[in-house]
């Protein structure tokens, strides 16, 4: 055995022996490594133009360093608030209002007892998954326009009747109902998952208890989503500033920026359509580290509270 | 529930309230497909008078559908879409296996440095204005590797993957081994008919990512030779820019008056680019729980 042979001389000449020894799973690694250098972890360096002021004819080693100043140009600014209080606000009336969605889906779903009816509506919810942001996006643009499908309904209801995305104040409401409509059957199918692996003991248990079925729904059924539900929202939190910059991008307009403009739709506008590429990375670089930020926080507080983590 | 036993009158309520807001929920999720669909076979005149909730086609015609075949991006969308898809769901999958079997392996000196530095890239980005840079710098802009390169590994998938593979039976890779296999073998041999299940659950993520991916396209992509679909039908239903683009030429004075035409066209283009996705919904939906729940493995 070569392994016996081990020469030990020094980290190098360990590792060297290494990569012989698992020479086919290192050949395995070269695609995804490259890949992982070349598509993350360049850019991660290449994000140091936030720091310059990069002009792409001068390139990103002759390109002048500025310190901190987008940055400060960012904060300072009049768009900041505007875009950090509207990633904050989408994502977190998304939270509020779609988080528990699928949950009581799921819990619905579980109190029935015809299976074919259960399984149509699952059938149904799951469809709007498929349909692709563009699709889902360009149907809502055209119903709620003046003469549109929704804004018609909803005039029966005394509104008025006007292309909704042209008014600010709607632009959260469509932008939450958007995505409770695509995400909702998907999103409760793990739910569901979890509900049919319940222990049946454990209801039989709570009836001779005395439980009916309302208590079995608030001590058996909820129970058992607990952990699942945890885990969700974690992942959930940790994608907070990231989410809906597809859904944004295709719905809003410059008439309900106020509302609805975001930190990534305002780095996407000041970087590739103003071509203003050092400012636009540190704003992209804000809104990761805060990203980051809130998902660590998350983990923590919840592997501290709840006894839940990613990691 | 097991036991047979009269329903209380509150039970009764609640399994009344319970199956209404759960038809509710269903006619919600269904009724803007069948408005869309409606509206596509609608005569188109009588549509854009139309104001409210369609029950049935306002009379019938496929005037929307015959307009769309004047439309040359029609074809050429599905086209480049196809190629998207074929061609970037294997090399996906092909990769994704190799770093999850090589990640599932242990003893090797690097593996835990990989496997943090991978896991880290979920969490953290240098952000769209780099990334844009780089595959500007490395010339891969305006090709068709644009939409393949950059997201070449679902790092989410692949890890998953791992942790399905870390839980293959050890003595089937031993065995393997002792007959003189080399891990390319073991992986492809051994590995991937016992993952056949995991692997079709990534194969549907993957490809639905391609078939619904539309931003790198419209960043990476001046050509309109190389427009996948969805940059098409964004332009169609939302940027709203068909009129008097190649199809109004066409149509020469039969697009006089084209205007009206115009709610049809979106309609059937909605239709056109999303029945093929339902079509094939029947035959994935049974991977769809084990799909999410692999989702839910922890690493």
Request: hydrophobic share 50%; net charge positive.
């Amino acid at each position: 055995m070569k392994g016996l042979k081990n020469p030990n001389k020094g980290y190098f000449a360990a590792l060297a022996f290494d990569i012989s020894k698992y020479k086919y799973i290192y050949l395995m690694l070269i695609p995804v490594l490259l890949y992982y250098i070349i598509f993350h972890y360049i850019p991660m360096g290449g994000a140091a133009v936030a720091f310059q002021n990069f002009k792409p004819a001068k390139g990103f080693f002759d390109s002048d360093w500025v310190g901190f100043k987008h940055f400060e140009d960012f904060l300072t600014g009049i768009y900041a608030p505007r875009v950090i209080i509207n990633t904050v606000l989408l994502n977190f009336l998304n939270l509020i209002f779609g988080f528990p969605a699928p949950i009581i889906l799921a819990l619905m779903l579980n109190e029935v007892s015809h299976n074919s009816f259960k399984k149509f509506t699952q059938t149904i919810s799951y469809m709007p998954h498929f349909i692709s942001m563009v699709v889902v996006c360009g149907m809502v643009i055209t119903f709620v326009k003046s003469d549109g499908m929704i804004t018609q309904f909803l005039t029966f209801f005394g509104m008025e009747e006007v292309n909704l995305l042209s008014k600010k104040e709607y632009f959260r409401t469509i932008f939450v109902s958007t995505t409770i409509w695509k995400t909702l059957g998907w999103a409760s199918i793990i739910y569901i998952a979890t509900l049919s692996g319940i222990d049946p003991n454990l209801y039989e248990a709570a009836t001779i208890d005395g439980a009916g079925r309302f208590k079995k729904i608030v001590h058996v059924t909820f129970p058992a989503l607990v952990p699942i539900i945890t885990i969700q929202l974690i992942l959930r939190i940790g994608r907070m500033l990231t989410q809906g910059f597809e859904q944004v991008m295709l719905l809003y307009n410059p008439l309900i920026y106020d509302t609805a403009d975001i930190i990534s739709t305002y780095v996407y506008r000041r970087g590739l359509e103003d071509m203003d590429y050092s400012f636009a990375s540190a704003v992209g670089i804000f809104n990761s580290v805060v990203n980051l930020t809130l998902l660590v926080s998350a983990n923590w507080f919840s592997r501290k509270f709840i006894k839940e983590s990613l990691w | 529930m097991g036991l047979l036993h009269k329903k209380t009158l509150g039970e009764k309520v609640f399994d009344f309230c319970n199956y209404s807001l759960l038809i509710l929920v269903t006619l919600i999720c269904l009724y803007p497909m069948l408005y869309v669909l409606f509206s596509s076979i609608s005569e188109p005149v009588q549509l854009m008078k139309f104001r409210g909730l369609l029950y049935k086609p306002l009379g019938f015609s496929l005037k929307g559908y015959e307009v769309l075949l004047y439309n040359p991006n029609i074809p050429i969308g599905y086209f480049n879409t196809i190629f998207y898809v074929v061609i970037g769901t294997a090399l996906n999958l092909l990769v994704t296996m190799l770093g999850a079997y090589a990640l599932s392996r242990s003893g090797y000196k690097l593996k835990k440095l990989f496997t943090i530095a991978i896991v880290f890239t979920m969490y953290f980005s240098g952000g769209m204005i780099p990334s844009f840079l780089l595959v500007r710098n490395i010339g891969l802009i305006n090709t068709r590797w644009a939409l393949i390169f950059p997201t070449l590994i679902g790092t989410w998938n692949m890890i998953v993957m791992r942790t399905v593979f870390a839980a293959v039976p050890k003595s089937l890779e031993e065995s393997a081994k002792m007959d003189g296999a080399n891990d390319f073998i073991v992986l492809f041999k051994i590995f991937v008919p016992v993952s056949k299940a995991t692997i079709a659950v990534m194969l549907l993520f993957y490809a639905v990512g391609h078939w619904n991916s539309w931003f790198n396209a419209m960043i990476y992509l001046r050509d309109r030779q190389l427009w996948p679909l969805q940059l098409f039908m964004r332009e169609i239903i939302i940027a709203n820019t068909m009129i008097g683009n190649e199809t109004g030429a066409v149509l020469g004075d039969a697009g006089e008056g084209f205007f009206y035409l115009e709610e049809v066209i979106k309609y059937a283009t909605i239709i056109v680019s999303t029945v093929p996705i339902l079509c094939i919904y029947p035959f994935i939906q049974k991977y769809f729980t084990k799909g999410v729940m692999l989702g839910s493995l922890k690493g």
